[in-house]
């Protein structure tokens, strides 16, 4: 039989560091404040970066790792909420610029859980046949969507993009073990980033995005709830026990989050590698980034069993259960 394999890791942050006492002086906040609430100590900053930048480093970075050339790629998926533009989108950006050129190439926007339906996604596409190798990355430069004043959204947020090479290859065992996509679009408004407006008159100005709005309470209930039940649908499709989950990657959104996710599902955190210390809330890129630092650090070896869990704007969840 025949299933995919994660073939390869990799990631690439902006070199600009902020920490949050930088934060304290531009807003009233501290590192305390910051740090008891979220977890978070510094998130890195893009200086002139954007999204297919942070992608495409990513990508040759996949290529020169793996050994892989451009031209073998079949499928390239750059999950964001932070796109270049709309139109280009950022994969066929990145496409381009690693001259991929037997590669199709789209975005997925699912927010914080776009890592995980890319993931989605490409395998549904290799399983069809029609796709052999897939790079998949999340990649954000969330920093240009942020108010620089509202500390109820701009402690949270980073840049940074990471990623994955998907062969579909022979197996001895399934390697895809479970898949559970949900969207809870009567949430919508509890988070939101770059909303536009039609206008009223002609000719009609030219459209401004709005920064982040998050209802944080709402937000953190949603994910407390949502995320223990994504990976319990998931794990189950397979008969899997969580015990058998050798690490659970979840969405780097807020430290408090992942513990309780741990403390509901009754798995020691010990299982739930944290670094959004380093990074803060990095959105589709948290997962991928997590994943490469957890294979480079020997935390992930062969064989292991992944859940990746993620959560966020549409209201989304999105889990997927992988032999690594």
Same mark, same amino acid.
């Given at each position: 039989?025949?299933?995919? *394999?994660?073939?390869?890791?990799?990631?690439?942050?902006?070199?600009?560091?902020?920490?949050?006492?930088?934060?304290?002086?531009?807003?009233?906040?501290?590192?305390?404040?910051?740090?008891?609430?979220?977890?978070?100590?510094?998130?890195?900053?893009?200086?002139?970066?954007?999204?297919?930048?942070?992608?495409?480093?990513?990508?040759?970075?996949?290529?020169? *790792?793996?050994?892989?050339?451009?031209?073998?790629?079949?499928?390239?998926?750059?999950?964001?909420?932070?796109?270049?533009?709309?139109?280009?989108?950022?994969?066929?950006?990145?496409?381009?610029?690693?001259?991929? *050129?037997?590669?199709?190439?789209?975005?997925?926007?699912?927010?914080?859980?776009?890592?995980?339906?890319?993931?989605?996604?490409?395998?549904?596409?290799?399983?069809?046949?029609?796709?052999?190798?897939?790079?998949?990355?999340?990649?954000?430069?969330?920093?240009?969507?942020?108010?620089?004043?509202?500390?109820?959204?701009?402690?949270?947020?980073?840049?940074?993009?990471?990623?994955?090479?998907?062969?579909?290859?022979?197996?001895?065992?399934?390697?895809?073990?479970?898949?559970?996509?949900?969207?809870?679009?009567?949430?919508?408004?509890?988070?939101?980033?770059?909303?536009?407006?039609?206008?009223?008159?002609?000719?009609?100005?030219?459209?401004?995005?709005?920064?982040?709005?998050?209802?944080?309470?709402?937000?953190?209930?949603?994910?407390?709830?949502?995320?223990?039940?994504?990976?319990?649908?998931?794990?189950?499709?397979?008969?899997?026990?969580?015990?058998?989950?050798?690490?659970?990657?979840?969405?780097?959104?807020?430290?408090?989050?992942?513990?309780?996710?741990?403390?509901?599902?009754?798995?020691?955190?010990?299982?739930?590698?944290?670094?959004?210390?380093?990074?803060?809330?990095?959105?589709?890129?948290?997962?991928?980034?997590?994943?490469?630092?957890?294979?480079?650090?020997?935390?992930?070896?062969?064989?292991?069993?992944?859940?990746?869990?993620?959560?966020?704007?549409?209201?989304?969840?999105?889990?997927?259960?992988?032999?690594?």
């Amino acid at each position: 039989m025949e299933d995919l *394999k994660i073939v390869q890791t990799a990631s690439w942050v902006p070199d600009q560091v902020i920490d949050n006492d930088d934060l304290s002086r531009i807003m009233d906040t501290s590192d305390d404040w910051i740090q008891s609430r979220t977890g978070i100590k510094r998130r890195h900053i893009s200086k002139h970066e954007n999204t297919a930048d942070l992608a495409s480093k990513t990508g040759q970075l996949l290529l020169e *790792k793996s050994g892989w050339q451009a031209e073998e790629l079949d499928l390239i998926l750059v999950a964001t909420m932070s796109p270049d533009a709309y139109t280009p989108s950022t994969a066929a950006i990145v496409q381009g610029r690693l001259q991929a *050129k037997n590669a199709v190439a789209f975005d997925v926007s699912a927010a914080c859980s776009g890592f995980v339906y890319g993931l989605a996604v490409a395998s549904q596409m290799m399983s069809t046949g029609m796709v052999k190798k897939a790079m998949v990355i999340g990649s954000e430069v969330l920093s240009k969507l942020i108010d620089w004043h509202d500390r109820t959204t701009a402690v949270l947020f980073g840049d940074g993009a990471g990623g994955v090479l998907l062969e579909k290859v022979p197996v001895k065992a399934p390697t895809l073990l479970g898949l559970q996509l949900k969207t809870f679009g009567e949430l919508s408004n509890e988070l939101s980033a770059g909303m536009t407006s039609s206008g009223n008159t002609f000719p009609k100005p030219l459209t401004e995005l709005t920064p982040f709005k998050m209802n944080g309470r709402a937000v953190y209930r949603f994910a407390t709830h949502e995320v223990p039940e994504s990976i319990l649908q998931a794990s189950a499709q397979n008969k899997l026990t969580l015990d058998q989950i050798d690490v659970f990657l979840l969405h780097q959104a807020n430290a408090r989050i992942i513990r309780q996710v741990a403390k509901r599902l009754k798995q020691p955190l010990e299982k739930f590698p944290i670094n959004i210390a380093e990074y803060g809330n990095t959105s589709a890129a948290s997962e991928p980034i997590l994943l490469d630092e957890c294979v480079e650090k020997g935390m992930i070896k062969r064989g292991d069993i992944l859940a990746l869990s993620g959560f966020g704007g549409g209201l989304t969840t999105g889990t997927i259960i992988l032999r690594y």
